[in-house]
């Protein structure tokens, strides 16, 4: 018994544990990632001198807010858009969430800038709920259209960001910490791009 109890199989043990609880538990496993990123891990990769990319016909793009509003993303031309595919199983997800939210709270009343924060559970509802709990202001919407491959290829999260001319400035798959100041003068500076 006393061989059974040594340190080395105590922290096997909760080793063991650990790994099975980050394997099994999406929400620990998105408290770690979000804990990474707070310490300056998964910053979003944007070049400083970043010309606008490729351009991309946005009409006919279109997403359903909780209250049955449509946008389509071809509307919108004038803003920077921010579009993000996420899921409310999606532990990567979930650990951005609290980048995007505070990305939002800096420009929620600049009318320059959009956002949409794609639900890809199907469940509107759900992830409205979501961001309730979480106390987050932010936009959710469901998917109206077919989605073009060049913005979403099924990976989640994935974050599309356009210019005010519709060209794709940012597009990556997995998370990032959009809270970070360095993103956010991205977002700044492509408010005054033409």
Same mark, same amino acid.
């Given at each position: 018994?006393?061989?059974?109890?040594?340190?080395?199989?105590?922290?096997?043990?909760?080793?063991?544990?650990?790994?099975?609880?980050?394997?099994?538990?999406?929400?620990?496993?998105? +408290?770690?990632?979000?804990?990474?990123?707070?310490? $300056?891990?998964?910053?979003?990769?944007? @070049? /400083? #001198?970043?010309?606008?990319?490729?351009?991309?016909?946005?009409?006919?793009?279109?997403?359903?807010?909780?209250?049955?509003?449509?946008?389509?993303?071809?509307?919108?031309?004038?803003?920077v858009?921010?579009?993000n595919?996420?899921?409310?199983?999606?532990?990567?997800?979930?650990?951005?969430?609290?980048?995007?939210?505070? +990305?939002?709270?800096?420009?929620?009343?600049?009318? $320059?800038?959009?956002?949409?924060?794609? @639900? /890809? #559970?199907?469940?509107?509802?759900?992830?409205?709920?979501?961001?309730?709990?979480?106390?987050?202001?932010?936009?959710?919407?469901?998917?109206?259209?077919?989605?073009?491959?060049?913005?979403?290829?099924?990976?989640?999260?994935?974050?599309v960001?356009?210019?005010?001319?519709?060209?794709?400035?940012?597009?990556?798959?997995?998370a990032?910490?959009?809270?970070?100041?360095?993103?956010?003068?991205?977002?700044?500076?492509?408010?005054?791009?033409?």
């Amino acid at each position: 018994m006393k061989k059974m109890l040594s340190r080395k199989n105590i922290f096997n043990a909760v080793f063991i544990v650990l790994v099975l609880v980050l394997a099994f538990v999406p929400p620990a496993k998105a +408290l770690v990632l979000e804990g990474l990123m707070t310490i $300056g891990f998964f910053k979003p990769a944007t @070049d /400083a #001198d970043q010309a606008a990319g490729s351009a991309v016909n946005l009409s006919g793009i279109r997403f359903r807010d909780t209250k049955g509003k449509i946008v389509d993303l071809g509307n919108l031309k004038g803003k920077v858009i921010f579009l993000n595919f996420w899921a409310t199983w999606c532990p990567p997800c979930l650990a951005e969430m609290q980048g995007i939210n505070k +990305l939002y709270e800096r420009f929620k009343d600049d009318e $320059g800038v959009v956002f949409i924060l794609a @639900d /890809a #559970d199907g469940n509107l509802a759900k992830s409205q709920k979501f961001m309730d709990k979480k106390h987050y202001q932010l936009p959710v919407y469901a998917v109206d259209s077919n989605i073009p491959d060049v913005l979403f290829k099924g990976s989640l999260p994935t974050t599309v960001v356009f210019d005010k001319m519709g060209r794709i400035s940012y597009n990556e798959s997995g998370a990032a910490n959009y809270g970070d100041a360095n993103f956010i003068k991205f977002i700044d500076r492509l408010k005054t791009m033409n």
